[in-house]
């Protein structure tokens, strides 16, 4: 019996960055409906920061302080989509 899964290859495509801040778009390959290959892209935002044991974590909570950083790695990521679907 072959005990290997089918997985979905999930790549990532750009990361933009503005201090602890950060947006990655990521590629994604699935299967539509009809059983046909599909790719679209997703992103994911997080902040990392050290534990008080100084290892570096990662959350998606985002203080006060890391809302402006916070749009503007978005708004990044989103013109980064926007101009790539011109091309």
Request: aromatic letters at 10%.
């Amino acid at each position: 019996m072959n005990s290997q899964k089918n997985t979905v290859e999930n790549l990532p495509e750009k990361k933009f960055k503005a201090g602890a801040i950060s947006a990655t778009v990521w590629l994604n390959k699935g299967q539509g409906k009809q059983g046909d290959e599909m790719i679209y892209k997703t992103i994911s935002v997080e902040r990392n920061y050290k534990d008080k044991e100084g290892n570096w974590q990662t959350t998606s909570s985002f203080r006060i302080n890391d809302l402006p950083k916070l749009a503007v790695v978005s708004m990044e990521a989103y013109k980064y989509l926007v101009y790539r679907e011109q091309e």
